[in-house]
């Protein structure tokens, strides 16, 4: 999504985004209302594996069985990343790659907290 420099939200940098953006925080939102609760009363918070099994369904192409926005070298029927070469470059591959899905997914996250304390704001 882009933002001005003020920090609002303007336009979707494309369709999909949004859309696996909705779809992402819909899954989300299901996946805590089922969680247990915790001794404070509040629903047990997801774990990062979680959170990436989450973002994978919901930016999977069930076409190309690829992730969107982690392009071709990710496979949501494998979860794993990389197709060839030696182990030792696969695995600078994976955990390069694997970073850069949990930085998205943290950064998603962020966004879905966001909007939730502001819907929360305006419902009181």
């Known amino acids: 999504m882009k933002k001005l420099k003020d920090g609002t939200k303007t336009t979707w940098i494309e369709p999909q985004a949004e859309t696996t953006y909705n779809t ?9 209302q089922i969680q247990p609760i915790d001794n404070q009363g509040k629903p047990i918070q997801p774990s990062q594996e979680n959170y990436m099994d989450l973002w994978i369904k919901a930016a999977s192409s069930v076409h190309k069985e690829r992730v969107y926005g982690l392009g071709s070298e990710f496979s949501s029927s494998r979860r794993s990343f990389g197709s060839g070469g030696s182990s030792s470059s696969r695995s600078s591959i994976n955990q390069d790659k694997f970073e850069l899905l949990n930085r998205r997914i943290a950064e998603i996250t962020e966004l879905y907290a966001q909007e939730r304390a502001a819907r929360e704001e305006e419902a009181k």
């Open 24 to 32: 992402f925080k819909q899954s989300l939102e299901e996946f805590i």
